[in-house]
């Protein structure tokens, strides 16, 4: 095996063959003949990659490693790290897009002489798009000497999808592969800040600044927020780790059109902006953040006599009040700050001064809760503060907008990480800021019952300024009132008579039933259906259909910004009469795709079973795959999870005429599950109703 030869782990060899990583140990355990490890330790050995492939494809396991996931693991085995690499392959990227007459130059002579010329070509373009003092660390050919095959496959990969997909694919896989290095800002919360700011822009304009916009992010983490925005005049961002400095400046430089030289201006500086400020001259038309949480080293000892602290002096613990005041402080007057807080932030007693002073001087505008989910740490409702720099010819707005995203209805029904409806989301905050967010506004804005409501300041300035928008939001009647739960009782009835109608009388064979199995597996290799999983990351212009979606009968709720997709690289979309069986402890569950499902891209941990309808009755085939035994025989055990492999589930021979039969009683029993559910649902809301109707007075004990 060569010295430079690309390592891959197990995790890495069951993604390349498309299949969870207890496969990749039994293949070591039951094949003498399978790669031996290189490198790695003995609980995580590495093996040769190209060793890997010739074995995977011996076995017919491997047609073709796809590039994208050759140029992945060639990354990700970098021997100075991922991370190093990533950066590396960024550069040559953009000088792949920038100036690919001069990549392909430098390609056309040795790896050491393409290593020896780089740097200086890299820097060129750099400096071209970021002028002196950027975030982009010098390169040296001794540094990319190693990454020079990377880079070149790269190059090709960029040839296939575009220099900025590639990056995005790559920069996308590292964040997936290492979630608890990186705080994320999620793609829907960050076009939701973006869309927020947008009035700055309508104000550049009023003011004579025909088309100019700045934007900056002060603590710009992987990028996301300014990668939401529109094409501005000017991005702006700083950010205290090196490497993500980095790799946000060669992520911005992707997306934007031209240098300097075209106009645009884009610095990314590195640096702790409270400590150091990189742009303490810049007066921005908008600033978006999603600053660090609770923070006690953040400057508090040596930052007292500040001038940014213009509403107060911060205390140690309220370190997201000092990023709120460095945002206003950075602010062209009338321009637009949305900054991502903890909901403790809104009600710390520590705070409540600065919260007040924020209050009386018209500075902040509206405090939106979001369902918990949102973003990092999941398990709370974050708020959103938009916040507005007052000119010396403004009056104090005299109202504050709460706006509570945390109920069903704008959640979604299947709110929580991953599951989140943005749409409904957006739109609801949307539809509240717009109307409010009126220059010279006379009217009032309407009120939304338990999501939106323009509150008067002086209803706030109370002793604990607590501005929790659930504080202030009276919840709608219960249910919509005892008209609604009179309805909903109705459904219920009518649902539990039709329960009543589905349930299915068994019959009692009259001899016992012998039949000839066959598996899965078989079917599979015979051409009568084909089997596919989902994993990964796909285009992110469909719904998902996940495991929870499955399991409890739903429609799909995935986020359409990170579908799973098939081991190809391409979302594996739904068709009608699909089978989808999970695999990691559903149990004896499968589902039928219909018409409304279909279109839909194919979840983590989802197996799909595509039958020729020539050869097999989908039906027929979901039922029998949902049988206790047929479960338990083709389910292997981990240590904290069940795994099915739906290669070993059996099925019955029999003429397609008499699956079809079959098929029809398990297409009732689908239908009598479904109004089971829908019962259970609609008591639920009937039960809740009537507490919430009689505890507030909307519902009367008789």
Known sequence: MPDNSTEVTAAGIARLAGV???AVSNWRRRHADFPKPVGGTEASPSFALPEVEKWLRDQGKLAEVPLRERVWQQLASHPDGAVTALIHTGCALLLVRDRPTAWLEITAVSDTRMAGVLPGAVDHVLTDRFGAGHAVPPLTASA?????PLLRAAAELAAETGARQAFDFLFGRQLDTNPRQYTLTPPGLATLMADLAEPARDAARRSGKRGSRTVLDPAAGTGALLCAVGLPTALYAQEADPDLAALTAIRLALRSEGGRTGGSTLAVRTGDT???DAFPQLTADAVLCHPPFNERDWGHDELAYDPRWEYGFPAR???ELAWVQHSLARLREGGTAVVLMPPAAASRRSGRRIRADLLRRGALRAVIALPAGAAPPYGIPLHLWVLRKPGAEQSPVPELLLVDTAEPETAGSASGRDRLDWPAVRAAVLDAWTPFDVPGRREPVEEHPGTSR????IELLDDDVDLAPARHLPPPAAGGGAAELVRVRERLDDTLKLTARLTPPPAVPRE???RPFTTVGELARAGALHLRTGSGAGDGTVPVLTEHDVLAGTAPTGTPGAPAT?????????????????VIGGGSVARVVDAATAGAALGRNLQLLRPDPAALDPWFLAGFLRGTANNRQASSYASTATRLDARRLQVPRMPLAEQRRYGEQFSALAAFEEALRSAGRLGGQLVQGMY???TDGSVAPE
């Open 144 to 148: 990319l000497l190693p990454s020079v």
């Open 20 to 22: 969870g990583r207890a």
């Open 692 to 694: 919430d109707g009689l």
């Open 274 to 276: 409270l400590r150091a």
């Open 512 to 514: 016992p039933v012998r």
């Open 317 to 319: 613990t309220e370190s």
């Open 454 to 457: 323009a509150v008067p300041v």
């Open 566 to 582: 098939s081991q190809e690289g391409e979302p594996l979309l739904l068709e009608t009469g699909d089978v989808v069986v999970p």
